[in-house]
T-cell receptor, first 113, second 112 residues
Framework: DVKVTQSSRYLVKRTGEKVFLECVQD?????MFWYRQDPGLGLRLIYF???????EKGDIPEGYSVSREKKERFSLILESASTNQTSMYLC????????????FGSGTRLTVV | KNQVEQSPQSLIILEGKNCTLQ??????????LRWYKQDTGRGPVSLTI?????NTKSNGRYTATLDADTKQSSLHITASQLSDSASYIC???????????FGDGTTLTVKP
């Protein structure tokens, strides 16, 4: 069964901490994405990557950075966590082509206190 | 601006009843449209994927339709079960480069 695995289901961090969210996929997908999901705002794209060491800003990249050193792993970094970054974070991967679809991880519920 | 609008925002039905969720989009050009089911606190799971040449796709009790001319899609759920209680998200992609537009979702509650 193909999978996208996020390292933590729940995470509590303090304001100002550097936070790493890890995502690993086992499907050899080219594309990987990080979204955040907030009530009433739907899913918003933070960053995505088409290939190893490549990254593109999404709609809300401020306060975040990413790293993709290996094809299967895409990390989201909160340089200095703030309370407004409390959210559900979803990682997804996809292959390319007209009939592609996303496979999502189970999500990480991050609370910044 | 690419947009995906879903209706209704929320829906409550009795177990065993059918229901239809709507998705209207202004994404252009169009590559594919996907419906996802998201249980509370979990990541979305794909239900159906339709390209511009398809107008119906089924997955068990879930049937999605697509009218590319009017830019509308619907998700029909037959003989609903309590486990269908979830958020249903419509996602439209203009091209295969991965930049998709998400709807805000319809929250379905199935009551016994």
């Amino acid at each position: 069964d193909v999978k996208v695995t996020q390292s933590s289901r729940y995470l509590v961090k303090r304001t100002g901490e550097k936070v790493f969210l890890e995502c690993v996929q086992d499907m050899d997908h080219e594309n990987m994405f990080w979204y955040r999901q907030d009530p009433g705002l739907g899913l918003r794209l933070i960053y995505f990557s088409y290939d190893v060491k490549m990254k593109e800003k999404g709609d809300i990249p401020e306060g975040y950075s990413v790293s993709r050193e290996k094809k299967e792993r895409f990390s989201l970094i909160l340089e200095s966590a703030s309370t407004n970054q409390t959210s559900m974070y979803l990682c997804a991967s996809s292959t390319i082509g007209y009939n592609y679809g996303y496979t999502f991880g189970s999500g990480t519920r991050l609370t910044v206190v | 601006k690419n947009q995906v609008e879903q209706s209704p925002q929320s829906l409550i039905i009795l177990e065993g009843k059918n229901c239809t969720l709507q998705c209207n989009y202004t994404v252009s050009p169009f590559s594919n449209l996907r419906w996802y089911k998201q249980d509370t606190g979990r990541g979305p799971v794909s239900l159906t994927i339709m390209t511009f040449s398809e107008n119906t796709k089924s997955n068990g009790r879930y049937t999605a339709t697509l009218d590319a001319d009017t830019k509308q899609s619907s998700l029909h759920i037959t003989a609903s079960q309590l486990s269908d209680s979830a958020s249903y998200i419509c996602v439209v992609s203009p091209d295969p480069d991965g930049k998709s537009t998400f709807g805000d979702g319809t929250t379905l509650t199935v009551k016994p």
